[in-house]
């Protein structure tokens, strides 16, 4: 959206905001006075639009997000931020039961450890969202909680800064999940998760996971291999299945002999059946309750592990294979739906709803049903509807 269309400039979002936003606010017990001191100086940012707009990061095949999420430079800063702070992460540990090298793997891969936290302000970029971005109800009701968490004394308006979809501090929380889910670890009263310290901030992811089921002593999830003839009509996070199952299957560990019972676990191939493989555990459910992403919680689970010591991965990538772009993602999820598999949306992005429907249609079609979104499966999409 440009600012040259009608309302779209700053008087109209100034107009908007005592129009609309304040009586919603004041009618969720946000005092006046709270209000228009927070909201003075708010701004309508066009870029966050354009950035909503082009987040291409949801279209970069796992070997690049990969590249990325566990780069060397990470797991070296992660494995120093530990030992720095190792007298805080083993209280955190003590305390919420979930282990330093995974609290220290979400705040790498969310603010390299505390460097990136973010600079726009985050009043304003929700403001911004909720005005004129996608999900504007969603945004209205996080701009309101985060009027909250002002008047509550945690952090002046000014200080609020963070990403431009209004992620905040150390671990990029929302403010319905600083909320819900943010500590005062240090004692002082305050829940700052925007301070150069990041007590609080570790503190609090911690609890989140904690919150969301990690249990302590057990692996997000570990690399294996599929045996020749595998069906893979089993895989998928909606699919689980007990240890022995696995192993009757043909399933094996690339780090151990045997599989480890960790209770039921569900097999993810990111790739494809041409790529790695890996069995995803009752603390990846609690990875995907901080970022509902299968990518993110292989990469903050692979991190975990390497910051913990842990080698690479034993397994390759099909790099040669060309990743599909957003209007191919798009024509696929139009296809499938056509086709009687229902993708429940025509986004152009990777989800659990799309990856179901693909293995559906090649389970129908008789293809190798690992639900991947490739080139192979849109040229007999295209087939099928010609």
């Given at each position: 959206?440009?600012?040259?269309?009608?309302?779209?400039?700053?008087?109209?979002?100034?107009?908007?905001?005592?129009?609309?936003?304040?009586?919603?606010?004041?009618?969720?017990?946000?005092?006046?006075?709270?209000?228009?001191?927070?909201?003075?100086?708010?701004?309508?940012?066009?870029?966050?639009?354009?950035?909503?707009?082009?987040?291409?990061?949801?279209?970069?095949?796992?070997?690049?997000?990969?590249?990325?999420?566990?780069?060397?430079?990470?797991?070296?800063?992660?494995?120093?931020?530990?030992?720095?702070?190792?007298?805080?992460?083993n209280r955190v540990e003590q305390r919420f039961g979930v282990e330093p090298?995974?609290?220290?793997?979400?705040?790498?891969?969310?603010?390299?450890?505390?460097?990136?936290?973010?600079?726009?302000?985050?009043?304003?970029?929700?403001?911004?969202?909720?005005?004129?971005?996608?999900?504007?109800?969603?945004?209205?009701?996080?701009?309101?909680?985060?009027?909250?968490?002002?008047?509550?004394?945690?952090?002046?308006?000014?200080r609020m800064l963070g990403s431009w979809a209004g992620a905040m501090g150390?671990?990029?929380?929302?403010?319905?999940?600083?909320?819900?889910?943010?500590?005062?670890?240090?004692?002082?009263?305050?829940?700052?998760?925007?301070?150069?310290?990041?007590?609080?901030?570790?503190?609090?992811?911690?609890?989140?996971?904690?919150?969301?089921?990690?249990?302590?002593?057990?692996?997000?999830?570990?690399?294996?291999?599929?045996?020749?003839?595998?069906?893979?009509?089993?895989?998928?996070?909606?699919?689980?299945?007990?240890?022995?199952?696995?192993?009757?299957?043909?399933?094996?560990?690339?780090?151990?002999?045997?599989?480890?019972?960790?209770?039921?676990?569900?097999?993810?191939?990111?790739?494809?059946?041409?790529?790695?493989?890996?069995?995803?555990?009752?603390?990846?459910?609690?990875?995907?309750?901080?970022?509902?992403?299968?990518?993110?919680?292989?990469?903050?689970?692979?991190?975990?592990?390497?910051?913990?010591?842990?080698?690479?991965?034993?397994?390759?990538?099909?790099?040669?294979?060309?990743?599909?772009?957003?209007?191919?993602?798009?024509?696929?999820?139009?296809?499938?739906?056509?086709?009687?598999?229902?993708?429940?949306?025509?986004?152009?992005?990777?989800?659990?709803?799309?990856?179901?429907?693909?293995?559906?249609?090649?389970?129908?079609?008789?293809?190798?049903?690992?639900?991947?979104?490739?080139?192979?499966?849109?040229?007999?999409?295209?087939?099928?509807?010609?």
């Amino acid at each position: 959206m440009t600012t040259d269309q009608p309302g779209a400039g700053q008087d109209g979002f100034r107009d908007w905001i005592e129009r609309m936003v304040r009586p919603k606010a004041l009618g969720r017990m946000i005092r006046p006075q709270t209000f228009d001191s927070a909201m003075a100086t708010a701004e309508f940012l066009p870029d966050v639009i354009e950035r909503q707009q082009n987040q291409k990061e949801f279209l970069l095949p796992i070997w690049e997000y990969l590249e990325i999420a566990v780069s060397e430079e990470r797991v070296r800063n992660g494995r120093a931020a530990v030992r720095k702070w190792r007298e805080l992460f083993n209280r955190v540990e003590q305390r919420f039961g979930v282990e330093p090298e995974v609290v220290a793997a979400i705040w790498g891969l969310e603010t390299g450890y505390g460097v990136v936290r973010g600079s726009y302000p985050t009043l304003s970029a929700l403001a911004t969202l909720a005005w004129r971005g996608s999900r504007s109800a969603f945004f209205e009701d996080e701009l309101i909680a985060a009027l909250r968490i002002v008047q509550a004394g945690n952090v002046k308006a000014e200080r609020m800064l963070g990403s431009w979809a209004g992620a905040m501090g150390h671990g990029q929380f929302i403010p319905s999940s600083f909320l819900d889910f943010a500590v005062d670890f240090d004692g002082d009263n305050r829940r700052d998760i925007w301070s150069d310290d990041p007590t609080d901030a570790i503190g609090s992811i911690a609890n989140y996971l904690a919150k969301h089921g990690w249990r302590r002593g057990q692996p997000w999830g570990y690399e294996v291999r599929l045996a020749e003839g595998f069906d893979y009509s089993m895989i998928g996070l909606d699919q689980a299945h007990p240890t022995s199952v696995w192993e009757d299957a043909g399933v094996q560990s690339t780090v151990a002999q045997g599989l480890p019972d960790y209770g039921v676990g569900s097999i993810l191939l990111p790739a494809g059946h041409r790529g790695a493989a890996f069995m995803a555990l009752r603390n990846t459910h609690a990875l995907l309750r901080y970022n509902n992403s299968e990518f993110y919680a292989l990469g903050i689970g692979l991190l975990a592990d390497r910051i913990g010591g842990g080698k690479g991965l034993a397994g390759t990538w099909p790099m040669a294979e060309r990743v599909l772009d957003r209007n191919e993602v798009q024509e696929v999820q139009s296809l499938l739906t056509d086709h009687g598999f229902p993708t429940q949306g025509i986004d152009g992005f990777r989800g659990p709803n799309t990856t179901r429907a693909a293995r559906a249609y090649q389970m129908a079609e008789g293809l190798v049903a690992d639900g991947n979104l490739s080139v192979e499966l849109l040229e007999a999409l295209r087939q099928r509807a010609g």
